[in-house]
């Protein structure tokens, strides 16, 4: 599924202008980064990509309709990775917690089960499965919460700095586990200051600087005076 941002804004209750007429494509089987400095709306900009917030002008449109008013029958195509994944947590277990969202979709138990087992040793989570999400690490904490978004196979996925918290080898899992997913032909979008994993993945690139887009391309646009500006 194609996701695209046009010409939208968002300006939060307190008056700051989030968002300032941001446009991009998010197309199927390429992952795009948005980069930027701490404030500089990478957050709000997925949470509108989602319709998680209405844009205060513009449009968010999924395969060309409007993603607002395709909601909710749409929200289980799009998973959203918070950017702290204690927004997320809400079941006793990890187990309750991976299978939520999927019961919704699965009636049988069983089905359930096996789906959970298969996405948490994906995210080398199984050991976790009985434990409450409140006695998590960090790193355990967004690796459930991916999971969470991943036992319901969406078509986007909407990171919110995924990479952070994680050690050296849980981010070359997640660097493999994306790259199957843009394989898979899933529109990954990932929020991040990070920026060699940034480098290692990304098709396209949005450097936001105060709620505008002021860079946009391939990898190549992420040039040495691009970082000392901007990142
Ligand atoms: N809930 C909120 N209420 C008011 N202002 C907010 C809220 N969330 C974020 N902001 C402001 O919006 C701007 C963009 O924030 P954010 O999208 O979180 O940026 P980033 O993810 O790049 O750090 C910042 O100036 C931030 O202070
Ligand atoms: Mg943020």
């Known amino acids: 599924m194609v996701l695209e941002l046009r010409d939208v804004s968002y300006v939060y209750p307190n008056n700051v202008v989030a968002l300032s007429n941001v446009s991009a494509v998010f197309s199927e089987g390429e992952v795009t980064c948005v980069m930027g400095p701490g404030g500089s709306g990478k957050t709000t900009l997925l949470l509108v990509a989602s319709c998680i917030l209405s844009p205060v002008s513009g449009e968010v449109l999924l395969d060309g309709a409007s993603l607002c008013?395709?909601?909710?029958?749409?929200?289980?195509?799009?998973?959203?990775?918070?950017?702290?994944?204690?927004?997320?947590?809400?079941?006793?277990?990890?187990?309750?917690?991976?299978?939520?969202?999927?019961?919704?979709?699965?009636?049988?138990?069983?089905?359930?089960?096996?789906?959970?087992?298969?996405?948490?040793?994906?995210?080398?989570v199984s050991h976790l499965l009985k434990r409450s999400t409140f006695t998590l690490s960090g790193s355990e904490r967004r690796k459930v919460a991916l999971a969470s978004i991943l036992t319901y196979n969406p078509d986007i996925l909407l990171l919110d700095e995924p990479t952070g918290d994680l050690s050296i080898k849980d981010r070359l899992s997640l660097l493999k586990l994306l790259k199957n997913m843009k394989v898979l032909g899933k529109t990954i979008v990932i929020a991040t200051h990070d920026y060699a994993f940034a480098r290692s993945i990304a098709d396209q690139v949005l450097v936001l600087n105060s709620g505008r887009v002021v860079v946009k391309g391939g990898l190549e646009v992420l040039t040495r005076e691009v970082f000392l500006k901007y990142l």
């Open 69 to 124: 008013s395709l909601l909710p029958g749409v929200r289980r195509r799009i998973g959203v990775l918070f950017q702290d994944p204690d927004d997320m947590f809400f079941n006793p277990t990890v187990y309750d917690e991976l299978a939520y969202a999927l019961r919704q979709l699965v009636s049988d138990e069983a089905k359930v089960k096996s789906i959970v087992m298969d996405v948490s040793k994906m995210l080398g």
